[in-house]
C-alpha cells in the first residue's frame, strides 16, 4: 500500500522569487562563472568574515578541494567522525589516505570528542575533519587548540552549518578551510552545489586552480576582452558553478536568517510537545551557541524497534529519516578496515537509535502537534518501552 505523505521530511521554500531569478539568467545569456557566482561568492565571504569564498558544484568536491589543497596524500591520516555523511570520509580515502573515526561526545552533545581526537593522534595525523552536527557547533577552542599544539590542519564540514555560530563568531570560519553544501535538503538549497572557503591566499590560490583546470583566465575574463589566451599551470578539475544555481543560492541566502529563526520556533515547539514523552532523549538541549537546527533528531528508548516506528509514522503520512548510519559500519568501510574495524560506542548507539523528525521553515506547529500525536499513540500501544 501507498500512503500519501502529508509531513515530508524536508520541503522547500521555493516561490517566486526563485522562479524569476533563473528566468533573469536565462534572458541574460551567460550560464556558468559569471556575475551571480561572484556576488554569491562575495555575500558568502562576507556572511562569515572569511577572506575567500569559491563557489563549486558540490558540497563534495568542496571537501574534495580541501583535501588537496591541504596536501592529504598516501600513508597521511585525518582524524573525523563517524557520525556523518560519507562525503566526510570519502575526501580523505580520495586522496590515497585514511581517515581515523573519532566517536562523538555523548548522547548530549553529538559533534566529535576533543579527548577521542587526542587520543587517536598519531605522528601519521595530518588533520582533523570537523562536522557540526544538526547545524551544532564542535567543540572548536578545544579543536584548534589540539590542530595548533600538534601542527594538524581543521577542515570544517559545514554542510549542515550555514548561519549557526559558536561564541559569537560564524560556523566556517575557525578551520584552514570550510566547505558547504547546496544541496536540496540543506538551508540553502539549490539542488546541486557547494561553497569552500578560506582565510589563507595561498590555499585560495590552490582552490581556485583545481576549480578550473589551473587556467590562468577565466572565459568570462576573456569574453569581455580582459585575456585572450590562457596557461595551464597544475592539474586541476572542472568543480565549477553555474549561474542558474547561483540566482537560487542568492534568493536563498537572503531568505536564511529569517528561515533559520523559524526553525528555532519550531525546534522549540517540537520540545514542548515532546516533553510529555520522556522515552525520547533530545540532543543538544544544553548547547550554548545559535543553531539553524538544519535537521530535528530525537534518540528512540534503547530497544524500540525504530523501523516499526517509521512504518507506523509513514503510514500516517509522516516522513522520518536516520542521521546517521555510521559511515565505519557500511561496507565499503569494513572492507578498507578488513580486520581493523574501530569501535565507536557512543556513534553505534546513536546510530540505533536516532530518529529524524520532519524540520523545514514551512512546517507548522499544526504539523508538529500531529507528529508528537503519532509519537505518543505509538509509545502508547507499546508502553513495555
Ligand atoms: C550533504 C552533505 C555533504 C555533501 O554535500 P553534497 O553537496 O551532497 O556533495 C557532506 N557532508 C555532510 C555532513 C552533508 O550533510
Known amino acids: 500500500m501507498d500512503h500519501k505523505i502529508k509531513i515530508p521530511l524536508f520541503d522547500l521554500d521555493y516561490g517566486a522569487r526563485e522562479e524569476e531569478a533563473v528566468l533573469d539568467v536565462l534572458r541574460n545569456k551567460w550560464l556558468t562563472m559569471g556575475e551571480r557566482c561572484r556576488e554569491l561568492e562575495l555575500q558568502f565571504s562576507q556572511?562569515?568574515?572569511?577572506?575567500h569564498a569559491l563557489a563549486v558544484s558540490n558540497g563534495t568536491a568542496a571537501l574534495f578541494m580541501a583535501a588537496m589543497a591541504l596536501e592529504i596524500s598516501t600513508d597521511h591520516r585525518v582524524i573525523c567522525p563517524s557520525l556523518s555523511f560519507v562525503a566526510t570520509s570519502n575526501?580523505?580515502?580520495?586522496?590515497?589516505?585514511?581517515?581515523?573515526?573519532?566517536?562523538?561526545?555523548?548522547?548530549?552533545?553529538?559533534?566529535?570528542?576533543?579527548?577521542?581526537?587526542?587520543?587517536?593522534?598519531?605522528?601519521?595525523?595530518?588533520?582533523?575533519?570537523?562536522?557540526?552536527?544538526?547545524?551544532?557547533?564542535?567543540?572548536?577552542?578545544?579543536?584548534?587548540?589540539?590542530?595548533?599544539?600538534?601542527?594538524?590542519?581543521?577542515?570544517e564540514d559545514c554542510a549542515h552549518a550555514p548561519g549557526s555560530f559558536y561564541d559569537k563568531k560564524p560556523l566556517g570560519s575557525f578551520g584552514d578551510i570550510s566547505c558547504f553544501s547546496f544541496f536540496s535538503n540543506k538551508n540553502i538549497s539549490t539542488g546541486e552545489g557547494g561553497?569552500?572557503?578560506?582565510?589563507n591566499d595561498e590555499l585560495a590560490s590552490k582552490l581556485q586552480m583545481l576549480r578550473s583546470h589551473a587556467m590562468t583566465s577565466l572565459s568570462f575574463d576573456r569574453h569581455h576582452g580582459h585575456a585572450f589566451s590562457y596557461d595551464v599551470k597544475g592539474l586541476g578539475f572542472n568543480f565549477r558553478f553555474d549561474e542558474m544555481r547561483a540566482a537560487?543560492?542568492?534568493?536563498?541566502?537572503?531568505?536564511?536568517?529569517?528561515?533559520?529563526?523559524?526553525?528555532?520556533g519550531l525546534a522549540l515547539y517540537y520540545k514542548k510537545r515532546l516533553s510529555v514523552l520522556p522515552q525520547l532523549h533530545i540532543p543538544f538541549l544544553q548547547h550554548n551557541y545559535v543553531s539553524n537546527y538544519h535537521i530535528f533528531p530525537v534518540l528512540l528508548p534503547s530497544g524500540t524497534h525504530r523501523s516499526d516506528i517509521m512504518t507506523f509514522m509513514k503510514e500516517q503520512g509522516v516522513q522520518t529519516s536516520v542521521h546517521y548510519p555510521p559511515i565505519h559500519l557500511f561496507s565499503a568501510y569494513r572492507e578498507f578496515f578488513g580486520n581493523h574495524i574501530p569501535h565507536l560506542p557512543v556513534t553505534e548507539e546513536i546510530g540505533r537509535r536516532v530518529l529524524t523528525l520532519p524540520m523545514f521553515p514551512g512546517l507548522s506547529f499544526e504539523d508538529i502537534d500531529y507528529i508528537a500525536g503519532i509519537l505518543e499513540q505509538y509509545f502508547e500501544q507499546n508502553s513495555c518501552q
Not at 47 to 51: A, F, N, Q
Open 47 to 51: 556572511m562569515l568574515g572569511v577572506k
Open 91 to 155: 575526501c580523505i580515502r580520495y586522496c590515497g589516505a585514511s581517515p581515523v573515526f573519532a566517536d562523538v561526545v555523548s548522547n548530549d552533545d553529538w559533534t566529535i570528542s576533543p579527548d577521542e581526537v587526542l587520543r587517536h593522534l598519531t605522528v601519521k595525523t595530518r588533520g582533523i575533519i570537523v562536522m557540526h552536527y544538526g547545524g551544532f557547533a564542535c567543540r572548536m577552542d578545544e579543536i584548534m587548540k589540539i590542530a595548533k599544539d600538534h601542527n594538524l590542519f581543521v577542515i
Open 195 to 199: 561553497m569552500v572557503c578560506t582565510n
Open 248 to 264: 537560487l543560492a542568492l534568493v536563498q541566502l537572503d531568505k536564511m536568517s529569517d528561515n533559520n529563526r523559524k526553525r528555532n
